[in-house]
């Protein structure tokens, strides 16, 4: 249980949750929430609420697990026994290989991978699984923001040259015809919230595609030619994977219809909390009339993903009759008066029998290649079936798995979970006798008690070791659990309006250490309300009193695109400052508030814009005859930013990211303490040989007005054994402890080697696998994924250009740099105690020679 993490904590906690059901009763999940919310601790929650802890839980599950499952591997297939495995995660790298679409001439397989870490769609020689070449990018570009990996979003023109894509961008889902070969592409002319299971249909003049609004999920059919957008079946029911019949005046798919076969706006008397949802079976939808044809009804199971037969006479499916998804086959014969024959006359005739689930099937025109996905060895992987229709695993009817023959044990799950029943009389009158009995354990006996009562059956339960066996009975009105104004005057529900009520989300406290503060820590407690609209964040380092503290109040309103903010904030730091032969205590304070907005043009883009109030002072403690140097400003910001990168273990990996910056004080609040400022970042990852991967950034900033901002280089961020250069803290005034900024990383010098109103920098790092596992003897501490670094770094800072001299000539002739600086070394990252800790060694070089190695111990990740 403790190593479910990822897609297996779904799955496998719903497999553990299902056994505390089936061992301890229904009412046991509740009362496990609240023993583990109640001692805030996991394992004692379990022993409070079964008596057992979670090491010994995880025995039992597993071992009925076995149970259960493991009578079925001999009775079934893996799938590689019955199909050609074409993608093979442990070699090709990734774990979702999905969405796999053959095209019309069986000679290609389009599908969607994450072997290179990013959702791309990669075309495969559909006879050998050979990649013939990635044909999208995705999760990088506003483009292709999101691909659909979990319905089939992918389908191939007839003539087999172009992919038709549905993809996320810009919020919302829209479609894209690709060029195979020269992967230009159009986008068609529409936007839905989800776009789905894109068909191309076989005269290649309309595209069928399943399309979601906030109400509902249609079958919608779009026109080439005439660029109209069609709504096939408007209702309240939800559709899933249409497939073209060959002649193309019909399309197969899935619903939850069951025989509500008309499109038409429903009565105002169907109540759809009655309506079994639970169930996918297959239609048929005529395009010309709309006319809905069932052709399934199977209790307890679902059947999705038609695919028809090039004479148009069979069907390929996939059902989960027997608890395990697998391929199905059915006549479907379309007869001159357009009816379908199914159910009785044409019983379905199972494929396959997998013992893997079997997904997204796609199948050539002429019907003699299909392929599929199937989770295969804790991965996505896609295979290929040959002759699919002529296919037979030489049984009628495939043996249900255990669980699901327990499943049908208990009957099946007809009627909705709000089913209207008639209300006894002794519930219609509240004067009546109707009292509901609550045992706290011993079995009684209600056949004595009045009204309506609940009689609790204990002899399929396990008790927890502090359980109390016995109890008393205590008799409630149920009158005491119905609501009295829920209902307006005319008998229907009040809507109430939404009250924004905060709970918390999470506290936590944090710790670091600042090159020029050395230690700190602060506290963070963040609420917002139910729906993630509102965001109350508080911030709190404590010290003595408020003016010596670090605390902070900000409000985050969220419900629309432009995210707005405002918050108040105070910040104070003590450090030691030289004045002449001896150092002095300074306190620094900034306090002030900020309202700020952030509008996104995209997933990667964004704007952000703010209004900074600020007081800052610096007074000198041991020395109050020092006058304070008090400051005010008004800054308005604008920041254009852009971020799609893909994080490594300790450190950006792949992609890029840049910021462009304008603030500056306009003197609003005082004309001596003008200035502006433009700083820009840019940063571009190159990931290769799997976990290797390249860094590369420029960073550089430009200040001017009476009193422009600062910056410096020189040193590391959170550097723990720091030297300062000329041995002084570079904070001259209470400006400086707003506004200076570093330009770092620049390695092989001291901390602020280089002062200046504008600066460039560039670092390029080679980041790799040092050691994957290190296990130490004496002490048994294990150590994993200790990453090495190779860094070049190069800058300079400067107030005056004129003044500016990157290189000159030494004593003996050689050009060497002056004012540029240049460092280069080697480092190690590791986790240690939570904390990332790195360790580089850099050495400083002009051009001539190397200075003496200098160490770095710090802490974070790395740009």
């Known amino acids: 249980i403790q190593q479910l993490g990822g897609y297996f904590a779904y799955r496998g906690g719903e497999a553990v949750f299902y056994y505390i059901e089936k061992k301890y009763g229904k009412e046991k999940i509740g009362e496990l929430i609240n023993k583990i919310k109640s001692t805030g601790n996991v394992d004692e929650g379990f022993k409070a609420a079964i008596g057992i802890d979670l090491k010994e839980l995880n025995e039992r599950w597993k071992k009925d697990i076995k149970k259960t499952f493991w009578p ?44 290179d870490y990013y959702f791309d769609v990669y075309i495969m020689n559909a006879t050998d699984g050979k990649i013939i070449k990635k044909l999208v990018k995705g999760n990088r570009t506003n483009n292709f923001e999101e691909l659909n990996i979990l319905t089939p979003g ?15 961008s810009g919020g919302y889902d829209v479609i894209y015809l690709i060029d195979v070969d020269t992967e230009d592409y159009e986008v068609l002319p529409v936007q839905l919230d989800a776009i789905e299971s894109v068909m191309w249909s076989p005269d290649g003049k309309n595209i069928a595609f399943i399309g979601q609004t906030p109400r509902q999920s249609d079958i919608y059919l779009f026109n080439l030619d005439e660029k109209n957008l069609t ?36 009565p105002d008397s169907f109540k759809f909390y009655n309506h079994d949802y639970h169930q996918l079976d297959l239609y048929s939808i005529d395009i010309s009339s709309k006319k809905i044809d069932r052709i399934t009804d199977l209790p307890l199971s679902d059947e999705t993903s038609p695919v028809v037969d090039a004479a148009g006479e069979e069907i390929l499916y996939i059902s989960d009759a027997n608890g395990i998804n697998n391929i199905y086959k059915r006549k479907v014969l379309i007869s001159d008066k357009d009816t379908v024959k199914t159910l009785t006359e044409f019983p379905a005739i199972p494929v396959t029998n997998s013992l893997n689930g079997l997904y997204q099937i796609s199948v050539s025109a002429d019907g003699k290649k299909l392929v599929f996905s199937s989770l295969y060895q804790s991965a996505f992987n896609i295979f290929l079936l040959t002759n699919p229709f002529e296919l037979s695993p030489g049984i009628s009817q495939l043996e249900p798995t255990i669980y699901i023959q327990n499943l049908k044990n208990k009957g099946s799950r007809k009627g909705g979970l709000f089913e209207e029943k008639e209300i006894s009389e002794t519930q219609k009158d509240s004067t009546k006798s109707n009292d509901v009995q609550f045992y706290t354990g011993s079995f009684v006996d209600s056949s004595a008690a009045p009204g309506d009562s609940i009689k609790v059956d204990f002899h399929n339960y396990v008790f927890g070791d502090n359980s109390k066996i016995g109890g008393d009975t205590i008799n409630v009105k149920d009158s005491l659990f119905t609501p ?32 020029l503060y050395g230690l700190l820590g602060t506290t963070v407690i963040s609420f917002s309300d139910i729906l993630g609209n509102h965001k109350l964040i508080g911030v709190t380092s404590l010290q003595v009193d ?57 997933k990667f883009n964004r704007f952000d814009a703010g209004l900074s109030w600020l007081n800052v002072s610096q007074e000198n403690l041991d020395s109050p005859s020092e006058p304070t140097d008090k400051v005010n400003y008004l800054i308005p910001t604008l920041s254009f930013v852009h971020d799609n990168v893909l ?26 303490n003008t200035f502006y400022s433009f700083l820009g970042d840019y940063r571009n990852y190159f990931l290769f040989w799997g976990d290797y991967s390249f860094a590369f950034r420029l960073s550089g900033a430009y200040s001017g007005g009476l009193t422009p901002q600062r910056f410096f280089i020189g040193g590391i961020e959170n550097w723990i054994n720091r030297n300062f250069a000329n041995t002084n803290i570079p904070l001259e005034s209470a400006a400086d402890f707003a506004f200076l900024t570093p330009g770092l990383p620049l390695r092989g010098f001291d901390y602020a080697q280089q002062i200046g109103t504008r600066y460039g920098l560039m670092n390029m790092e080679l980041r790799f696998p040092l050691i994957r596992y290190l296990v130490t003897g004496a002490l048994p501490i294990l150590f994993s994924n200790i990453l090495g670094t190779a860094f070049i770094d190069m800058g300079s800072a400067w107030t005056k250009n004129e003044q500016l001299q990157l290189f000159n000539k030494n004593e003996n002739g050689k050009i060497v740099t002056k004012d540029l600086l240049m460092g280069t070394g080697f480092g190690a990252r590791v986790y240690l105690l939570y904390f990332l800790v790195r360790f580089d060694v850099a050495w400083a070089y002009n051009l001539h020679h190397f200075s003496q190695p200098k160490f770095y111990i710090s802490l974070g990740a790395d740009f």
């Open 647 to 672: 994080w490594g273990y300790t450190s950006p990996a792949d992609g890029s990211r840049y910021r462009f910056d304008f603030m500056g004080n306009p003197g609003i609040l005082g004309k001596k």
């Open 546 to 602: 408020l003016k010596n503290s670090d605390y902070g109040l900000a409000y985050q309103y969220l419900p629309g695109r432009i995210n707005f903010g405002v918050e108040g904030f105070h910040t104070a730091r003590f450090i030691f400052l030289s004045r002449g032969n001896r150092s002095n205590l300074f306190r620094y304070r900034n306090y002030g508030a900020i309202i700020s907005a952030s509008y996104p043009l995209s």
């Open 154 to 168: 992918l389908s191939w023109s007839p003539d087999g040259t172009r992919i038709a894509l549905s993809a996320k």
């Open 72 to 115: 079925d591997i001999a009775k079934r297939n893996d799938p590689d026994e019955f199909a050609k495995r074409l993608t093979d995660h442990r070699e090709d790298g990734g774990f979702y290989n999905t969405s796999p679409a053959i095209s019309p001439q069986g000679d290609k397989i389009a599908f969607i991978s994450n072997r």
């Open 231 to 266: 709504n096939l079946t408007s209702d309240l029911f939800t559709d899933a994977s249409p497939a073209w019949a060959p002649d193309g005046k019909k399309l197969y798919f899935s619903s939850d219809r069951t025989d509500e076969l008309t499109t038409k706006v429903m």
């Open 484 to 515: 009295t104004d829920n209902l307006d005057e005319n008998g229907n529900f009040k809507v109430n309006r939404y009250k924004i009520t905060f709970s918390p989300d999470l506290i936590y406290a944090n710790a670091g250490y600042s090159s």
